[in-house]
């Protein structure tokens, strides 16, 4: 499975949109990004997946570059309770298997 | 849709003895689960991946004798760590999955403190 390169941290101000950044330059065409965030000492959280179109949900916005290099989570409106660790894995169905890099430690303040 | 219920929560144990960790899917049928660690500050790794009715496949450098996989049912997987030491101290988590592109759903994990 590819992997991919997320910024170690990132703040935010609560109430504003944080978009958060993962680059998978070595993502094959039937491969799916996921985000996920775990908040501490719980299980990850599922956020969003996409395989080749942007997709939106009640939760958060995933922007997929044209050539499936890159993606974006967008938290459209930010609140302290989003502060979390972001995890952005690429998957092939075959693969099957969930593989966590370092992630991205969001701080939204206040 | 789509709970995982990992049991215990919270586990104490003594060096030398076994714990077993329980996995459900309460509302779907995994085909697939997965059993991950996490010591502290660190991400998630991977342990094995286990699929009904057959064996666990591990990830390398994970004792199979050490942690016993079984996944007897689509709903239910369970880890036991066997012989525990100190080291075994640790966040265990399972993830299960219904196959196809859905996402995968966590349990909510287990702190294991091995004394």
């Known amino acids: 499975d590819a992997k991919t390169t997320q910024p170690t941290s990132m703040d935010c101000a609560e109430g504003r949109a944080a978009n958060l950044p993962c680059n998978h330059s070595t993502i094959s065409g039937n491969e799916y990004v996921y985000w996920y965030r775990q908040i501490h000492s719980q299980g990850p959280q599922y956020i969003i997946h996409?395989?080749?179109n942007n997709e939106t949900n009640e939760m958060a916005s995933l922007i997929i570059t044209e050539d499936r290099k890159s993606s974006t989570l967008i938290l459209p409106h930010a609140t302290l309770r989003d502060t979390a660790v972001y995890y952005c894995?690429?998957?092939?169905?075959?693969?099957?298997?969930?593989?966590f890099g370092a992630g991205t430690i969001l701080r939204v303040k206040s | 849709g789509a709970v995982v219920s990992q049991h215990p929560s919270w586990v104490i144990c003594k060096s030398g003895t076994s714990v077993k960790i329980e996995c459900r899917s309460l509302?779907?049928?995994?085909?697939?689960m997965f059993w991950y660690r996490q010591f502290p500050k660190q991400s998630l790794m991977l342990m094995a991946t286990?699929?009904?009715?057959?064996?666990?496949?591990?990830e390398q450098g994970v004792e199979k004798d050490k942690f016993l996989i079984n996944h007897a049912s689509l709903t239910l997987s369970t880890l036991t760590v066997t012989s525990a030491h100190p080291e075994d101290s640790s966040f265990y988590i399972c993830?299960?999955?219904?196959?196809?592109?859905?996402?995968?759903?966590f349990g909510s994990g287990t702190r294991l403190t091995v004394v």
């Open positions: 286990s699929n009904e009715g057959s064996k666990a496949t591990y």
């Open positions: 993830s299960a999955h219904r196959g196809g592109p859905y996402g995968y759903t």
């Open positions: 894995i690429v998957r092939g169905e075959a693969g099957n298997k969930l593989v």
């Open positions: 996409g395989l080749k």
């Open positions: 509302d779907f049928q995994a085909t697939t």
